[in-house]
């Protein structure tokens, strides 16, 4: 897949089904997230929202709607579909499951469970003040573009590489911007030109089957 390549969605519906993926049981701090598809006249947009700037963690940042395992939820999916509705008000009768992708390990050691949906063309966000600033949408062939990709490289715990998309105002960055890569090169076979995991460090798909609670300080 090419620059200015329009994605087609039976094509991401076909590769996701066909995904067999393995799920880590060895983490108990675990959280969801939804990569959520639009399709409007045609195109394929990705939504994120802004994190309120009164959160203690991670305020102001761009995320994908989700959040953390709740004791009562029974499964990743239901953490996801609960989170989404309270942030966003998009209702479970709203979101059509495609698949998921690799569970990917946060800076705090979450577990987290990506799943990637269709939504509702005609959904209206409906914001929750206390969690939520901002919703918006991103066409998908925008993170086509290796000019509006940028890295850098930080050592938190081990050397890793930083990405960021830059969308008007907005900074999608860390685990987001890894999430939207890895769901481009499962979903559309897209193959990036910038190297995705630091040399030095550990391949963070890898690090999401094999991190476990026992493991203080990851390795390859």
């Not at 630091?198 to 476990?212: A, I, V, Y």
């Amino acid at each position: 897949m090419t620059l200015g390549d329009s994605v087609p969605l039976e094509q991401i519906r076909s590769r996701l089904r066909n995904l067999h993926l393995p799920l880590n049981s060895k983490v108990r701090k675990r959280a969801s997230v939804l990569i959520p598809l639009r399709q409007i006249d045609g195109e394929l947009r990705l939504l994120f929202t802004q994190r309120a700037s009164h959160l203690n963690s991670h305020s102001g940042q761009v995320a994908f709607p989700g959040g953390k395992q709740d004791p009562q939820d029974r499964s990743a999916l239901e953490t996801v579909l609960r989170e989404c509705e309270e942030e966003i008000g998009l209702a479970p009768k709203q979101v059509e499951y495609l698949g998921r992708i690799d569970q990917i390990i946060s800076l705090y050691h979450y577990l987290v469970t990506p799943f990637v949906a269709v939504i509702d063309p005609d959904f209206t966000p409906r914001l929750n003040p206390q969690e939520i600033d901002a919703v918006f949408e991103v066409p998908l062939t925008f993170f086509l573009n290796p000019a509006n990709h940028t890295s850098e490289e930080i050592t938190y715990e081990y050397p890793r590489f930083s990405h960021h998309f830059h969308f008007g105002s907005y900074d999608i960055w860390g685990l987001t911007a890894k999430l939207v890569i890895r769901f481009l090169e499962l979903g559309t076979g897209y193959v990036p030109e910038y190297p995705i995991h630091h040399p030095e460090g550990p391949n963070w798909t890898r690090l999401g089957q094999r991190f476990s609670d026992q493991i203080l300080k990851p390795s390859q």
